[in-house]
């Protein structure tokens, strides 16, 4: 089983940047592709982005395309989210989470994942 702790969220202005990490353990993280998440208040969680085990490939929900970018570094078992010219709809608790499969390309529904961190809040303000 995987343990995953993120990383680097906290209150930014508008138009801001944020970096989140996220720390894997308990498996072989580099076999796996990775993804992030946000759940803001009142809402269902969504789809950010994703990145294949090897990191050459991403996907990204439309409201964030251009914005943030996902990228992975195996050799520390982490994966990132940059988050620049954040909005206040960004606002969320993000979380970061393992594809069900080995060597997977990056699936964006939530039910391909299995595993999942404690999550970090991110706020932005207007």
């Known amino acids: 089983q995987v343990q995953l702790v993120e990383f680097g969220g906290g209150l930014v202005q508008a138009g801001g940047s944020l970096r989140l990490s996220c720390a894997a353990s308990?498996?072989?993280?580099?076999?796996?592709?990775m993804g992030w998440f946000r759940q803001a208040p009142g809402k269902e969680r969504e789809f950010v982005a994703a990145i294949s085990w090897s990191g050459g490939t991403t996907h990204y929900a439309d409201s964030v395309e251009g914005r943030f970018t996902i990228s992975r570094d195996n050799a520390k078992n982490t994966v990132y989210l940059q988050m620049n010219s954040l909005k206040p709809e960004d606002t969320a608790v993000y979380y970061c989470a393992t594809d069900r499969k080995r060597y997977g390309l990056g699936a964006t529904d939530l039910a391909d994942f299995s595993s999942w961190g404690q999550g970090t809040q991110v706020t932005v303000s207007s």
């Open positions: 308990g498996r072989t993280f580099s076999m796996y592709a």
